[in-house]
């Protein structure tokens, strides 16, 4: 699965040394092979904060290369303050966008009401 950009929702000001400091991302197929893909430090995060895991320009030069894993670990490494335990309030996992053709129809479109819960994940 493509993943390539993860935010992370922080609030210093109302978690102080609970707020991590230094974050970790591993990525990888299992839980046997994960490999350090990214280290971000923050200094006093406060709001949704966006960054890319990877950091292989893509073939357009304009973007990133996305990271292809089914395992993502987030690792606090270090809180503010020497903090012992952490406060993350919210976390998204964002892929690339892709193009829709419009040719393109869902065969299989969900109709009913019992399968239109399996449209969407919440």
Sequence with gaps: MPVQKLSIYL????DDSYTPATLAIRAGTGSTDLQD???ITLDKPDGWLTFDISSEPNDDGDGLKPI????????VMTNH???KDTHVR???VLGPIEEQDPL???VFTFKSP????YETIR
Aim: hydrophobic residues 40%.
């Design 11 to 14: 609030s210093h000001p109302l």
């Design 37 to 39: 893909v990214r280290i």
């Design 68 to 75: 292809y894993a089914y395992v993502l670990q987030i690792i």
């Design 81 to 83: 303050q020497s903090g």
């Design 90 to 92: 919210g976390l998204r």
């Design 104 to 106: 393109d129809e869902d």
């Design 114 to 117: 019992a399968y239109k819960m």
